[in-house]
């Protein structure tokens, strides 16, 4: 049984690595296999295929929104799981010198051991017999309070960039409205003010796509949290101000430049790496998000905004920046289950704010 110890010792290095880098340190984007990584493939794809089906369609947003915070839960559950297993394991490859009234304990009992010990609840209906397996008890013990209290650190956290993620793109509603729209973005930033007052938004965007970057890059879970609002979702949100951003590209002469150029290349930059995160390929999109009978719009509504309409010339820059980032969202989108945002928005649609005070 001695053979075994190893084993046990292997398993529990490797769920508290994992359980360190996943809740301690900020890591970079890489594709090693890890356990939490596993984890969540695990239990998303299953969850995916069943959103993914026809009679799902009006329930799909609410299941999925029970996703996020479930999986945490589960995820803390199965490291548990598998430290006192790991620890069991450890016990019983020593030969089980624990004791139960006098007797000998089996592999059960180690496992039962282990547990108590872990949760320190000092039961003491089963102790140890041999200064290897009191050695075993006490390390286990300190391990188990320290993963407790790392549990319940953690959340504030991950709560606190799930909630700064959420009001920058709510702010994004009346802006933009929902789902946002490039369309709706220039739409409503037309006039006189309009290309400052975009600049503006933009300096904003810089910094939140930022923030989500480095929040989503060190906590990757929060990318499977809903937004409140159906129609609203931070990939939606990205893809619109890359839209917008694109758009200024094409279409300015150069005077009004610098703030739309950093504003995408910082929110691309972070829908790339969370691409990466995911190891999703880039996907075309089969069919265009903007239509020759959308570019007719879109001119008139940059002739509003005193920005030039686009040519066959300021077309095809257009397409190019397109062809950089859509691919990678479409491919986000179609692993996380998300709407990518229309160009333009449906006729008579009303914003969450709006629709939400007649409800």
Do not use: C
């Not at 297993?85 to 282990?114: E, I, K, N, P, R």
């Not at 799930?162 to 037309?190: C, H, K, N, T, W």
């Not at 893809?239 to 691309?268: H, N, Q, W």
């Amino acid at each position: 049984m001695i053979f075994f110890a190893p084993l046990g010792a292997l398993l529990v290095a490797i769920v508290l690595l994992d359980a360190f880098e996943t809740m301690v340190l900020p890591r970079r984007i890489d594709r090693r296999l890890r356990f939490a990584r596993i984890f969540y493939r695990v239990i998303w794809l299953p969850t995916a295929a069943l959103a993914r089906r026809p009679w799902m369609t009006g329930a799909r947003d609410n299941v999925l929104g029970f996703f996020g915070p479930l999986s945490i839960i589960l995820l803390f559950v199965s490291w548990a799981a598998a430290l006192i297993l790991g620890f069991g394991v450890l016990q019983w490859s020593l030969g089980s010198h624990l004791l139960t009234d006098g007797h000998a304990t089996s592999f059960g009992g180690d496992v039962y051991m282990s547990g108590t010990t872990f949760f320190t609840l000092g039961l003491g209906d089963v102790r140890p017999d041999s200064t290897a397996a009191r050695v075993i008890t006490v390390i286990e013990s300190g391990t188990g309070f320290g993963f407790l209290a790392l549990v319940i650190g953690y959340l504030p956290v991950l709560y606190q960039a799930f909630s700064r993620r959420e009001v920058s793109i709510s702010l994004l509603d009346a802006r933009a409205g929902s789902p946002p729209s490039a369309g709706e973005m220039l739409r409503r930033y037309g006039g006189h003010e309009g290309t400052s007052s975009l600049d503006d938004l933009f300096l904003e965007w810089e910094r939140h796509a930022a923030d989500l970057l480095e929040s989503h890059l060190s906590y990757p879970i929060l990318a499977y949290f809903r937004s409140q609002h159906e129609r609203q979702s931070w990939l939606a949100a990205l893809t619109a101000i890359l839209d917008t951003s694109s758009l200024i590209l094409a279409a300015s002469d150069g005077s009004e430049l610098r703030p739309a150029k950093l504003a995408f290349a910082m929110v691309r930059h972070a829908l790339i790496d969370m691409s990466q995160i995911f190891a999703t390929e880039s996907r075309p999109l089969e069919e265009p998000r903007l239509s020759a009978e959308d570019m007719v719009r879109i001119n008139s509504l940059l002739a509003a905004s005193g920005l030039p309409e686009l040519d066959a010339e300021a077309q095809r820059r257009l397409n190019l920046l397109r062809v950089s980032y859509e691919p990678h969202a479409n491919a986000l989108a179609e692993f996380l289950l998300f709407s990518l945002p229309p160009w333009l928005p449906p006729p008579d649609q009303l914003d969450d704010w709006q629709s939400a005070a007649e409800e």
